[in-house]
């Protein structure tokens, strides 16, 4: 599972299942599959909150992990996670995951490649009960350069962005980065 934080602004949290059988089977890297997701603004950090979602979650899906944005105030938002999991007997993993902007766009799209010429089966698979989700890998994009019509800079345009880092976060801490 993973978080992106966000309270006034839109938050997110994504639960992801991983088909380990077929990654044995087959020698290759798990297949992730996107089962379910919550994005919204303005839904506080309480019990009645995102820490509610989280142990419905937890209960629905029991993660092994949970991969958080690293942004301000981590370690504080961290241990309430911890804590809100704790009071419902949750034992899962809660880490602050990798933020690396460039590696981790090259993760998703690693996952998402596939060739079926090749025999190549994408690694990805999103759940339709991810609309959130789905809308941001059709909007996500880097930003134009100023000067020159056409170009692109390295830089993604932090703007609908919730759920698709969120998904960055776990699948590049997860299987990318050592």
Known sequence: ?????????????IV?????????ENGERPRVWVLAE?????IPYTDDGWWRIA????RDYAPVAWYC??????????EQLKQALRKVGAKTQVVAADNKVRPG?????????HDPVLGEEPHLFVSDKCPQLIAEFASYRYRSHRN????????????????????RYQCHTRFFSR
Request: with cysteine; net charge negative.
């Open 1 to 13: 599972a993973g978080v992106d934080w966000g309270s006034a602004a839109r938050g997110s949290m």
């Open 16 to 24: 992801c299942g991983i088909d380990r059988t077929w990654a044995i």
């Open 38 to 42: 919550e994005s919204a603004a303005g």
């Open 55 to 58: 142990q419905d979650f937890d």
């Open 69 to 78: 944005d690293p942004s301000g105030g981590m370690d504080k938002m961290l």
């Open 105 to 113: 766009i090259s993760s998703i799209q690693e996952l998402l490649h």
């Open 148 to 167: 020159i019509e056409g170009e692109y800079v390295d830089e993604v345009v932090k703007e609908n962005d919730h759920c698709i880092d969120n998904l």
